[in-house]
């Protein structure tokens, strides 16, 4: 195989400063101001044969003209993408938004949409030469982390908060995980895996200290856009952590429409959170460019609970951009809402994909989402990693 990273024909942008640099070797976050680096692609006209490509092939990688991977280059896969795009007839009729569809992310390999984003993570950095990996995560990231480094095999050092979910905890073990165990939240999980990192030289694959995660979560937004046969929906309900999926679906949006594959207007992008952790939604409300960070940031959604993303300005600018908004539901509605809707749909309902649905009710109460709008909310993961057999109601 020749040199991955020589056939590289895309470079990046610092998101934070007007600093460029080539593809090669293994980008972290730019060097001047430590905001983190968006991919650029060369300008290229879509062809009607890359459209004919793009629906033979199948999962994430499909998307290729939009991916960071050379001509010569296989991806680290586990099948992730093509999830189902389903319609809620009923809970749509009873919100009042007819046109409602949920995005099953539940369906990925790994339970969670974080499979698309490591999937792209550790294909970029394997084919850089890293060795070994390490990442802090709120859940989900850990499982995934763990299962594409198996895939490549290669280790994953993961640090999780000792609060997180058990079944979730099980999983990153099963996978091969090296877990260590954090009294402390997401961000003093950061702060160990960055040391790990330079003890070791284990490449840290933390949301967007790294450009290419967030290339595999735009595939959501890819993927959304040719389900709808090259259409965009009116608005986006995605519940929100870190931020890639925002940040990520877009930037897919709208290197489709600079592309010329889909036309109309761009979707409007909204934010849902816990009200136990919500520091997104108070900069939004506040006017705010920055987030800043959240006190004892707590909510049984664990993949929410991230009280300072380093992606806040980048999503508070997708939400202003695209006109949408945000806004913060209680621990004890969302969880109701993810069973309720677990058994009214048979869609296997999250936390966080509760809160979305939840996000859907109070959108179109205050009349941001209208009758006529077609309405995509996101179950980011699947239920069954938040239950434990304990759980059980007796029988
Ligand atoms: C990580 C995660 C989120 C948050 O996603 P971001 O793109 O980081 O904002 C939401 N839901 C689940 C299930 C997650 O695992």
């Not at 009923?90 to 390999?109: C, H, M, S």
């Not at 969670?112 to 060795?131: D, E």
């Not at 919500?278 to 609970?305: I, K, M, N, Q, Y």
Request: aromatic fraction near 8%.
């Amino acid at each position: 195989m020749t040199n991955p990273s020589s056939a590289a024909d895309w470079t990046l942008e610092c998101s934070g400063c007007d600093a460029r640099r080539g593809a090669e070797g293994l980008p972290t976050v730019c060097d001047r101001c430590g905001m983190p680096w968006l991919v650029r692609y060369p300008a290229r006209a879509p062809t009607v044969v890359d459209r004919a490509e793009v629906r033979r092939r199948h999962g994430m990688w499909r998307y290729r003209p939009f991916l960071p991977l050379a001509p010569d280059e296989e991806p680290v896969t586990l099948g992730e993408g093509d999830t189902p795009l389903l319609r809620l007839e009923r809970t749509g009729a009873r919100l009042g938004i007819p046109d409602l569809w949920v995005k099953d992310e539940g369906a990925n390999p790994t339970g969670s949409f974080k499979a698309r984003g490591l999937s792209a993570a550790v294909t970029r950095a394997v084919a850089a030469g890293a060795g070994r990996f390490v990442l802090p995560t709120a859940g989900n990231a850990g499982v995934a982390a763990s299962a594409y480094g198996a895939r490549a095999g290669r280790p994953v050092r993961v640090y999780a908060p000792r609060t997180t979910p058990r079944t979730i905890l099980s999983q990153i073990a099963a996978f091969g995980g090296d877990l260590v165990l954090i009294d402390g939240h997401i961000g003093d999980c950061g702060r160990a895996s960055r040391a790990y990192a330079a003890e070791t030289g284990a490449f840290d694959l933390s949301t967007l200290r790294e450009p290419y995660r967030i290339e595999g979560k735009k595939t959501l937004g890819l993927e959304l856009a040719l389900q709808l046969g090259w259409t965009f929906p009116q608005a986006v309900i995605y519940p929100t952590g870190g931020g890639t999926g925002l940040i990520g679906m877009w930037k897919a949006f709208r290197e489709l429409r600079d592309a010329g594959w889909v036309g109309g207007e761009l979707p409007r992008m909204y934010t849902v959170q816990s009200t136990g952790c919500a520091p997104v939604v108070r900069a939004f409300d506040a006017g705010a460019e920055h987030c800043e960070a959240w006190e004892h940031p707590w909510t049984v959604a664990s993949g929410l609970r991230v009280p300072a993303p380093l992606g806040g300005a980048l999503m508070l600018r997708a939400l202003r951009e695209s006109g949408g908004g945000a806004v913060a539901v209680a621990d004890e509605v969302l969880a109701r809402t993810a069973s309720e809707a677990t058994r009214d749909t048979g869609i296997d309902f999250s936390p966080e994909g509760g809160a979305a649905l939840e996000g859907v009710r109070l959108l179109a109460a205050s009349g941001a989402l209208r009758a006529g709008d077609r309405v995509v909310v996101f179950n980011t993961g699947a239920g069954w990693l938040y239950r434990d057999p304990g759980d059980l109601p007796p029988v």
